[in-house]
């Protein structure tokens, strides 16, 4: 992956790390994910993927979380 390009959170391939740029999300879950921790620039790691990518685990700040493949395709990272 080229150091610039921008990828979703859904395009991040497993065992690989990120930074966050942008959250293309609004409301609750957006206030949401800040509270967790998904703040422009930080680290952000894809564990594991379910089969059929309808779902991920991501490492953020310590903490394992959960994302459904449609709110992670409205995430922006930054490899």
Request: aromatic share 2%; with cysteine.
């Amino acid at each position: 992956m080229e150091q610039n390009t921008v990828l979703t959170l859904a395009q991040l391939p497993e065992n690989r790390s990120a930074r966050i740029s942008a959250l293309r999300l609004s409301g609750g879950m957006r206030r949401r994910l800040r509270e967790l921790g998904f703040i422009a620039g930080t680290r952000i790691i894809c564990l594991h993927r379910v089969s059929g990518g309808a779902a991920a685990a991501y490492l953020v700040r310590g903490t394992v979380i959960a994302l459904r493949r449609n709110d992670a395709e409205r995430i922006e990272v930054l490899p």
